[in-house]
């Protein structure tokens, strides 16, 4: 799931080398901590958020697989 993340957005940035996937996880949950440069959020995010829940959406669905809550967290 980290190589998914860091593959989507790596083809929406411009600083590839500033695309950081952490994994933390819990007992029901696994949070994705997606970090980028500061100059990039904004393509991640997308218009109105558009991006960023279209690939929460991708993920949710990924983690039915599991049986866990799959969140992403952007950070810059």
Request: glycine fraction near 10%.
């Amino acid at each position: 799931m980290t190589e998914l993340i860091e593959l989507i957005a790596k083809t929406l940035v411009d600083n590839v080398e500033g695309v950081v996937v952490k994994k933390v996880e819990g007992e029901s949950t696994v949070v994705y901590e997606l970090q980028v440069e500061k100059s990039d959020v904004g393509k991640i995010i997308g218009k109105k958020g558009n991006t960023a829940r279209t690939i929460r959406t991708i993920l949710n669905a990924a983690g039915r697989k599991s049986g866990k809550r799959v969140m992403l967290e952007i950070i810059e």
